[in-house]
T-cell receptor, first 114, second 116 residues
């Protein structure tokens, strides 16, 4: 049951450059998408979200793009910093309201090289 | 900053034993969740809980699992008779009350359950 897929298990980027993390989904009912960041021995930490009525949401160095026709979203981090090194999970749900389960991807481990 | 806290951080148990994983959600949140992550796999939803009852559960959440909010602050996950395949990291999460503009679930650091 791979409704949310992150096909790149790892990514390495030089400090200061752009990091692009990708996520694909199969369920056309998904209408709310989030990115979480996870450090070792910690729980996932919310980073940024986007609802299906938008195609872009920006928060500082982080921008999420949503392409509904392609069922694809991406997270851009510009500029990348060593502290961004973590595992990034995309998640999706079928309703914006609270109380709904998230479907997670398998994660992409980002390493930002100083 | 308010956070979700989970205890213990690591629980070791024998197969067939009962375990209770504990969570203190963020105080003004009313929706609570349990997820698990088996080593090397994705984070999987187990159950959501609202107004003292289960609002959604996955196929993983069978009769061996139960959740409870025994008082105004704790939220627990009980596994009645643990199996080897229950070994995983268990995450508790909470989110704001119904009608919130964003369903952001805030996660605890997790409890690593090791079944021997």
């Amino acid at each position: 049951d791979q409704q949310v897929k992150q096909n790149s298990p790892s990514l390495s980027v030089q400090e200061g450059r752009i990091s692009i993390l990708n996520c694909d989904y199969t369920n056309s009912m998904f209408d709310y998408f989030l990115w979480y960041k996870k450090y070792p021995a910690e729980g996932p930490t919310f980073l940024i979200s986007i609802s299906s009525i938008k195609d872009k949401n920006e928060d500082g160095r982080f921008t999420v793009f949503l392409n509904k026709s392609a069922k694809h979203l991406s997270l851009h981090i510009v500029p990348s910093q060593p502290g961004d090194s973590a595992v990034y999970f995309c998640a999706a749900s079928t309703r914006v309201g609270a109380g709904n389960q998230f479907y997670f991807g398998t994660g992409t481990s980002l390493t930002v090289i100083p | 900053e308010p956070e979700v806290t989970q205890t213990p951080s690591h629980q070791v148990t024998q197969m067939g034993q009962e375990v209770i994983l504990r969570c203190v959600p963020i105080s003004n949140h009313l929706y609570f969740y349990w997820y698990r992550q088996i080593l090397g796999q994705k984070v999987e939803f187990l159950v959501s809980f609202y107004n003292n009852e289960i609002s959604e559960k996955s196929e993983i959440f069978d009769d061996q699992f139960s959740v409870e909010r025994p008082d105004g602050s704790n939220f627990t996950l009980k596994i009645r008779s643990t199996k080897l395949e229950d070994s995983a990291m268990y995450f508790c999460a909470s989110s704001e009350r119904k009608g919130a503009a964003k369903n952001i679930q805030y996660f605890g650091a997790g409890t690593r359950l090791s079944v021997l």
